[in-house]
């Protein structure tokens, strides 16, 4: 979950996108609306 949270803010600092591939990000992205913006 430290990693996922990592990664959602280093791409919100920089301006990009995430393409959730594994199940767990998938899942993470799903309990996160507020997450919905980085979504690619």
Same mark, same amino acid.
């Given at each position: +979950?430290?990693? /996922?949270? *990592? *990664? !959602? &803010?280093h791409t919100r600092a920089? =301006? =990009?996108? !995430? #393409?959730? /591939?594994?199940?767990? #990000? #998938?899942?993470?992205? $799903? $309990? %996160?609306? +507020?997450? *919905? &913006?980085? %979504? *690619?």
């Open positions: +979950e430290q990693l /996922v949270k *990592a *990664a !959602i &803010d920089t =301006g =990009g996108k !995430i #393409v959730p /591939v594994c199940s767990y #990000v #998938v899942a993470q992205f $799903r $309990r %996160h609306p +507020e997450w *919905a &913006d980085l %979504h *690619a």
